[in-house]
């Protein structure tokens, strides 16, 4: 009987690999359209080999194909144990389960059971599906854990270990105690992203009512590029410049380096970014204007000034303007080296900067 199933399965092998592609690309989509933010997913088939030991193992249990439900098996690997939730409801909105072969390991409360928590469906195939539909009657596996809840499993599957009887009484404690930690992570890994989300949600209000209590850092950054005297000074340097603010730009790291920035030139809070830059305004506008056409193919080829040129220019002024700071590591820190060196940018810097002082009043001059 093993043997007729095990050749039955060999020959439909390509239809179930078809399953594979499409059960992954169908959950892949419906975790897109949800807006969920998902570390992994990915698709397996079982190896006629595998199906054999299953079968040898477990002898009279398997009468047809049907009733192995591991066959194919889709896994969703989620940042955050709370998501595993999510995901779960989202399957179960979305196909038909077997109820009767799915568990919610989640719901084992054993000290030692947190390696093999998270949620294991089976669903069935309908037509109702149109991703699917041309594997109707077949049916497939979804796992869903938490990245570290993966972690354990994949580590306590290499060590052999495929329940707790199989683990030798001298290592159990150790493992009890490791399942707490990575169970206390989760959770504080939870902790933190709901304290990042709740940071970004009242930042624009903070730093409205109180910008001097607002640390500098990638997110307050994000936010200030929107918004005056940043904006309004990007502006003024397109307009200077006769070119667009790029305010689409894509690059997701300029804020961080940003921040780097006004750090190293000793502007840590919002409050003191905003005084700043309105105090230097116009030495701002006119160091650019005199900067940037002597470096045009330094940034010509994004067609346009990037969002938040002011900070970079100010933070350029300040390294020039002071004897501790050096214009490279400016240069190094924000990336700017392409077709230009360091060295051959920063001789334009301080050439700008030493003409934009003998252009400005002396009240507007830096360190003035």
């Not at 270990?161 to 683990?167: G, H, M, S, T």
């Not at 300040?318 to 990336?335: G, K, Q, T, Y």
Request: glycine content about 6%; proline content about 5%; overall charge negative.
């Amino acid at each position: 009987m093993n043997d007729v199933l095990v050749k039955d399965y060999e020959t439909n092998l390509p239809q179930f690999e078809g399953l594979r592609d499409a059960a992954v690309a169908h959950t892949s989509r419906l975790l897109e359209q949800a807006g969920l933010n998902i570390h992994h997913v990915t698709g397996r088939v079982k190896k006629p080999m595998s199906l054999e030991d299953k079968l040898r193992r477990k002898p009279g249990r398997y009468r047809s194909l049907s009733d192995v439900t591991d066959l194919v098996a889709v896994r969703v690997i989620t940042y955050f144990e709370s998501d595993v939730g999510a995901v779960s409801r989202l399957i179960e909105a979305n196909h038909r389960v077997d109820w009767e072969n799915s568990i919610d390991k989640s719901k084992m409360h054993d000290p030692d059971r947190f390696g093999y928590m998270g949620v294991h469906y089976v669903v069935q195939v309908t037509p109702d599906t149109p991703e699917l539909a041309a594997f109707a009657g077949l049916g497939f596996e979804v796992q869903i854990r938490s990245i570290l809840q993966h972690a354990w499993a994949e580590i306590e599957h290499d060590l052999g270990y495929k329940n707790r009887e199989a683990i030798p009484r001298e290592v159990q404690r150790r493992f009890y105690r490791l399942a707490g930690l990575l169970e206390m992570a989760d959770e504080e890994f939870m902790a933190l992203h709901r304290l990042s989300r709740d940071y970004a949600a009242t930042l624009p209000e903070r730093v409205q009512e109180a910008p001097d209590s607002v640390f500098i850092d990638a997110q307050s950054m994000k936010h200030l590029l929107g918004i005056p005297p940043v904006r309004d000074l990007d502006d003024g340097v397109a307009a200077a410049l006769n070119v667009r603010l790029l305010t689409g730009w894509p690059d997701p790291e300029r804020p961080q380096r940003l921040a780097s920035l006004l750090h190293y030139v000793g502007v840590h809070s919002v409050g003191a970014l905003q005084k700043e830059l309105r105090r230097h305004h116009d030495e701002i506008l006119a160091f650019a204007a005199l900067l940037m056409p002597m470096l045009r193919e330094a940034w010509t080829p994004a067609g346009g000034a990037r969002p938040g040129t002011s900070v970079v220019h100010y933070g350029l002024l300040r390294a020039c303007a002071n004897p501790s700071l050096d214009p490279h590591e400016i240069v190094s820190m924000l990336d700017m080296r392409g077709v230009l060196g360091s060295d051959q940018l920063v001789r334009a810097v301080r050439g700008a900067y030493a003409e934009a002082q003998h252009s400005l009043p002396d009240g507007a001059r830096s360190g003035a």
